[in-house]
Protein backbone atom coordinates (compact mmCIF):
# COMPACT_ATOMS: atom_id res chain seq x y z
CA UNK A 1 0.00 0.00 0.00
CA UNK A 2 1.23 3.29 -0.96
CA UNK A 3 1.96 5.54 1.97
CA UNK A 4 0.35 8.87 2.60
CA UNK A 5 2.72 12.28 3.74
CA UNK A 6 2.04 15.92 3.60
CA UNK A 7 5.95 16.05 3.35
CA UNK A 8 7.51 13.86 0.98
CA UNK A 9 11.08 12.44 1.15
CA UNK A 10 13.96 13.99 -1.51
CA UNK A 11 16.11 12.13 -3.32
CA UNK A 12 19.31 13.68 -4.43
CA UNK A 13 21.53 12.08 -7.56
CA UNK A 14 24.39 13.88 -7.29
CA UNK A 15 27.53 13.11 -9.65
CA UNK A 16 31.08 13.18 -7.85
CA UNK A 17 32.83 12.52 -10.79
CA UNK A 18 35.20 9.96 -12.28
CA UNK A 19 37.24 9.83 -9.13
CA UNK A 20 39.19 12.75 -8.52
CA UNK A 21 37.83 14.92 -5.66
CA UNK A 22 38.61 18.00 -6.72
CA UNK A 23 36.16 17.54 -9.95
CA UNK A 24 33.46 17.40 -7.51
CA UNK A 25 31.12 20.64 -9.28
CA UNK A 26 30.11 23.38 -6.28
CA UNK A 27 26.44 22.25 -7.97
CA UNK A 28 27.50 18.81 -6.59
CA UNK A 29 28.80 20.35 -2.98
CA UNK A 30 25.59 22.48 -2.70
CA UNK A 31 23.63 19.58 -3.16
CA UNK A 32 25.70 17.44 -0.80
CA UNK A 33 24.67 19.58 2.05
CA UNK A 34 20.96 19.61 1.28
CA UNK A 35 21.24 15.84 1.89
CA UNK A 36 21.20 14.22 5.53
CA UNK A 37 21.05 11.01 4.85
CA UNK A 38 23.62 9.45 2.05
CA UNK A 39 22.89 5.25 0.72
CA UNK A 40 25.63 3.55 -0.18
CA UNK A 41 25.78 0.79 -2.01
CA UNK A 42 28.81 -1.19 -1.39
CA UNK A 43 30.57 -3.82 -3.84
CA UNK A 44 32.09 -6.02 -1.59
CA UNK A 45 35.73 -6.45 -0.50
CA UNK A 46 37.60 -5.68 -3.53
CA UNK A 47 35.93 -2.14 -4.49
CA UNK A 48 35.85 -1.03 -0.53
CA UNK A 49 38.57 2.22 -1.91
CA UNK A 50 34.98 3.46 -3.65
CA UNK A 51 33.73 3.33 -0.71
CA UNK A 52 36.53 4.89 0.75
CA UNK A 53 36.53 7.50 -1.60
CA UNK A 54 33.16 8.46 -1.07
CA UNK A 55 33.30 8.99 2.60
CA UNK A 56 36.52 10.84 2.49
CA UNK A 57 35.01 13.52 -0.13
CA UNK A 58 31.73 13.88 2.35
CA UNK A 59 34.51 14.37 5.33
CA UNK A 60 36.35 16.99 3.10
CA UNK A 61 33.33 18.51 2.37
CA UNK A 62 30.44 18.21 5.07
CA UNK A 63 30.35 20.23 8.40
CA UNK A 64 26.84 19.16 9.56
CA UNK A 65 25.24 16.29 10.97
CA UNK A 66 24.85 13.61 8.53
CA UNK A 67 24.13 10.02 8.39
CA UNK A 68 25.86 7.36 5.89
CA UNK A 69 23.59 3.72 5.64
CA UNK A 70 25.30 1.20 3.69
CA UNK A 71 23.79 -1.86 1.78
CA UNK A 72 25.14 -4.61 -0.56
CA UNK A 73 25.20 -4.10 -3.87
CA UNK A 74 23.58 -7.27 -5.11
CA UNK A 75 24.95 -10.19 -7.05
CA UNK A 76 24.97 -9.93 -11.05
CA UNK A 77 25.35 -12.59 -13.53
CA UNK A 78 28.13 -11.35 -15.50
CA UNK A 79 28.36 -14.63 -17.72
CA UNK A 80 25.45 -13.46 -20.10
CA UNK A 81 26.66 -12.23 -23.44
CA UNK A 82 23.87 -13.04 -25.91
CA UNK A 83 22.01 -9.84 -26.52
CA UNK A 84 18.57 -11.27 -24.65
CA UNK A 85 20.15 -13.31 -21.73
CA UNK A 86 22.32 -10.13 -20.93
CA UNK A 87 19.18 -7.44 -21.25
CA UNK A 88 17.56 -10.13 -19.21
CA UNK A 89 20.73 -10.55 -16.29
CA UNK A 90 20.52 -6.44 -16.14
CA UNK A 91 16.98 -6.15 -15.68
CA UNK A 92 17.25 -8.59 -12.72
CA UNK A 93 19.95 -7.34 -11.23
CA UNK A 94 18.53 -3.66 -11.28
CA UNK A 95 14.96 -4.95 -10.04
CA UNK A 96 16.93 -6.27 -7.11
CA UNK A 97 18.68 -3.81 -6.59
CA UNK A 98 15.67 -1.40 -6.52
CA UNK A 99 14.09 -3.80 -3.80
CA UNK A 100 17.29 -2.46 -1.71
CA UNK A 101 16.83 1.22 -2.57
CA UNK A 102 13.16 1.31 -1.58
CA UNK A 103 13.81 -0.75 1.75
CA UNK A 104 16.32 2.21 2.36
CA UNK A 105 14.13 5.08 1.73
CA UNK A 106 11.27 3.67 3.62
CA UNK A 107 13.32 2.68 6.65
CA UNK A 108 16.54 5.23 6.66
CA UNK A 109 14.84 8.56 4.86
CA UNK A 110 11.46 9.64 6.98
CA UNK A 111 8.66 11.48 5.72
CA UNK A 112 10.54 15.45 4.75
CA UNK A 113 13.96 14.79 4.73
CA UNK A 114 16.25 14.67 1.83
CA UNK A 115 18.67 11.37 1.35
CA UNK A 116 20.95 11.40 -1.46
CA UNK A 117 23.04 8.82 -3.91
CA UNK A 118 27.05 9.88 -4.78
CA UNK A 119 27.18 8.26 -8.45
CA UNK A 120 30.38 7.65 -9.96
CA UNK A 121 30.84 10.03 -13.05
CA UNK A 122 27.43 11.15 -14.04
CA UNK A 123 23.90 9.43 -13.56
CA UNK A 124 23.25 10.51 -16.65
CA UNK A 125 25.98 8.36 -18.44
CA UNK A 126 26.39 4.00 -17.99
CA UNK A 127 24.75 4.33 -14.47
CA UNK A 128 21.45 2.68 -13.33
CA UNK A 129 20.57 4.84 -10.40
CA UNK A 130 17.92 7.13 -12.26
CA UNK A 131 16.22 3.89 -13.58
CA UNK A 132 15.89 2.52 -10.27
CA UNK A 133 14.54 5.67 -8.74
CA UNK A 134 11.82 5.65 -11.35
CA UNK A 135 11.39 1.72 -10.62
CA UNK A 136 10.28 2.46 -7.18
CA UNK A 137 8.40 5.30 -7.67
CA UNK A 138 6.19 3.26 -10.20
CA UNK A 139 5.61 0.46 -7.67
CA UNK A 140 3.91 2.95 -5.50
CA UNK A 141 5.06 2.04 -1.93
CA UNK A 142 6.78 5.46 -1.16
CA UNK A 143 6.49 8.83 -2.22
CA UNK A 144 9.30 11.25 -3.12
CA UNK A 145 10.75 13.78 -5.64
CA UNK A 146 14.20 13.59 -7.01
CA UNK A 147 17.10 15.96 -8.29
CA UNK A 148 19.42 15.28 -10.88
CA UNK A 149 22.76 17.22 -10.46
CA UNK A 150 25.27 16.21 -13.49
CA UNK A 151 28.85 15.25 -12.33
CA UNK A 152 32.41 15.10 -15.02
CA UNK A 153 32.18 11.42 -16.78
CA UNK A 154 34.97 8.96 -16.89
CA UNK A 155 35.04 9.94 -20.81
CA UNK A 156 35.42 13.82 -19.63
CA UNK A 157 38.31 12.95 -17.72
CA UNK A 158 39.62 10.55 -20.05
CA UNK A 159 39.49 13.27 -23.01
CA UNK A 160 41.15 16.05 -20.75
CA UNK A 161 43.56 13.34 -19.68
CA UNK A 162 44.83 12.88 -22.85
CA UNK A 163 44.32 16.87 -24.35
CA UNK A 164 42.11 15.93 -26.85
CA UNK A 165 38.62 16.46 -27.86
CA UNK A 166 36.06 13.93 -28.27
CA UNK A 167 34.36 15.43 -31.17
CA UNK A 168 36.16 16.11 -34.91
CA UNK A 169 35.04 18.40 -37.52
CA UNK A 170 32.42 16.54 -39.05
CA UNK A 171 32.25 13.43 -37.89
CA UNK A 172 29.86 11.52 -35.45
CA UNK A 173 30.58 10.17 -32.19
CA UNK A 174 29.89 6.73 -31.04
CA UNK A 175 29.51 5.79 -27.08
CA UNK A 176 29.16 1.62 -26.75
CA UNK A 177 29.95 -0.78 -24.62
CA UNK A 178 32.55 -3.34 -25.43
CA UNK A 179 30.68 -5.87 -25.65
CA UNK A 180 28.89 -4.47 -29.01
CA UNK A 181 31.51 -3.14 -30.45
CA UNK A 182 33.18 -6.08 -32.57
CA UNK A 183 29.43 -6.81 -33.97
CA UNK A 184 28.66 -3.38 -34.36
CA UNK A 185 31.58 -1.34 -35.46
CA UNK A 186 30.41 1.75 -37.03
CA UNK A 187 31.76 1.89 -40.85
CA UNK A 188 30.50 6.06 -41.14
CA UNK A 189 34.92 6.91 -40.19
CA UNK A 190 33.41 8.49 -36.78
CA UNK A 191 34.97 8.28 -33.38
CA UNK A 192 34.09 5.48 -31.15
CA UNK A 193 33.75 5.59 -27.13
CA UNK A 194 33.96 2.53 -25.26
CA UNK A 195 33.25 1.47 -21.95
CA UNK A 196 32.58 -1.73 -19.97
CA UNK A 197 34.79 -3.73 -22.10
CA UNK A 198 35.45 -6.41 -19.79
CA UNK A 199 36.86 -8.72 -22.96
CA UNK A 200 39.44 -6.35 -24.83
CA UNK A 201 37.77 -6.23 -27.47
CA UNK A 202 39.89 -3.32 -29.15
CA UNK A 203 42.54 -6.55 -29.32
CA UNK A 204 39.96 -7.85 -32.32
CA UNK A 205 40.30 -4.28 -33.66
CA UNK A 206 44.21 -4.06 -35.20
CA UNK A 207 44.55 -3.95 -38.56
CA UNK A 208 42.67 -1.03 -39.48
CA UNK A 209 44.39 2.09 -38.72
CA UNK A 210 43.29 3.11 -35.73
CA UNK A 211 44.45 4.94 -32.83
CA UNK A 212 43.46 4.43 -29.28
CA UNK A 213 43.65 6.99 -26.01
CA UNK A 214 43.13 4.51 -22.91
CA UNK A 215 42.22 5.14 -19.49
CA UNK A 216 42.20 2.99 -16.04
CA UNK A 217 40.88 4.26 -12.56
CA UNK A 218 40.69 7.77 -14.38
CA UNK A 219 41.13 10.12 -11.42
CA UNK A 220 42.53 8.32 -8.85
CA UNK A 221 46.05 8.00 -7.68
CA UNK A 222 46.14 4.60 -9.65
CA UNK A 223 45.58 6.15 -12.72
CA UNK A 224 46.93 4.67 -15.72
CA UNK A 225 47.04 5.98 -19.84
CA UNK A 226 48.15 4.83 -22.65
CA UNK A 227 47.88 6.32 -25.65
CA UNK A 228 49.09 5.37 -29.30
CA UNK A 229 48.34 3.12 -32.74
CA UNK A 230 46.24 0.28 -31.63
CA UNK A 231 48.19 -2.10 -33.52
CA UNK A 232 51.09 -0.99 -31.50
CA UNK A 233 50.01 -0.74 -28.01
CA UNK A 234 46.95 -2.90 -27.61
CA UNK A 235 49.39 -5.80 -26.18
CA UNK A 236 50.51 -3.69 -23.68
CA UNK A 237 46.98 -2.35 -22.62
CA UNK A 238 46.35 -6.18 -22.21
CA UNK A 239 49.65 -6.66 -19.95
CA UNK A 240 48.49 -3.48 -17.75
CA UNK A 241 45.08 -4.28 -17.69
CA UNK A 242 46.01 -8.08 -16.15
CA UNK A 243 48.56 -6.78 -13.66
CA UNK A 244 46.02 -4.13 -12.56
CA UNK A 245 43.39 -6.33 -12.09
CA UNK A 246 45.74 -8.69 -10.42
CA UNK A 247 46.89 -5.96 -7.82
CA UNK A 248 43.42 -4.30 -6.95
CA UNK A 249 41.53 -6.95 -7.47
CA UNK A 250 39.17 -5.08 -10.17
CA UNK A 251 39.59 -2.86 -12.78
CA UNK A 252 37.19 0.25 -14.68
CA UNK A 253 38.48 1.63 -17.78
CA UNK A 254 37.51 3.98 -20.97
CA UNK A 255 38.60 4.54 -24.29
CA UNK A 256 38.31 6.47 -27.12
CA UNK A 257 39.38 4.88 -30.54
CA UNK A 258 39.34 6.90 -33.53
CA UNK A 259 41.07 6.90 -37.46
CA UNK A 260 44.59 7.67 -37.03
CA UNK A 261 45.71 11.36 -38.20
CA UNK A 262 48.20 13.70 -37.43
CA UNK A 263 46.50 16.71 -35.70
CA UNK A 264 45.15 14.87 -33.27
CA UNK A 265 47.20 11.92 -32.19
CA UNK A 266 49.72 12.43 -30.12
CA UNK A 267 50.23 9.91 -26.70
CA UNK A 268 49.64 11.65 -23.51
CA UNK A 269 51.13 9.14 -21.52
CA UNK A 270 54.59 8.23 -20.29
CA UNK A 271 56.17 4.58 -20.11
CA UNK A 272 54.43 1.81 -19.27
CA UNK A 273 51.18 3.58 -19.08
CA UNK A 274 52.27 6.47 -16.45
CA UNK A 275 50.70 10.34 -17.07
CA UNK A 276 52.09 12.35 -18.85
Not at 79 to 100: K, L
Not at 254 to 272: H, I, K, N, V
Amino acid sequence: MAENSAAPRHILVIGMGAGDPDHLTLAAVKAMRRAEVFFVLGKGREKESLTRLRRDILDEHLTGPYRVVEAEDPWRDRTQDDGARYTSAVHDWRHRRADICERLIIEELAPGECGAFLVWGDPSLYDSTLAILEDIRDRGTVAFGHTVVPGISSVSALAARHRVTLNRVGRPIHITPGRRLAQDFPEDDGDIVVMLDGHETFTQLTGRGLWIHWGAYIGTPDEILVSGPLDEVAGRISRLRAEARERHGWIMDTYLLRQSTEEADRPAAGADGAPG
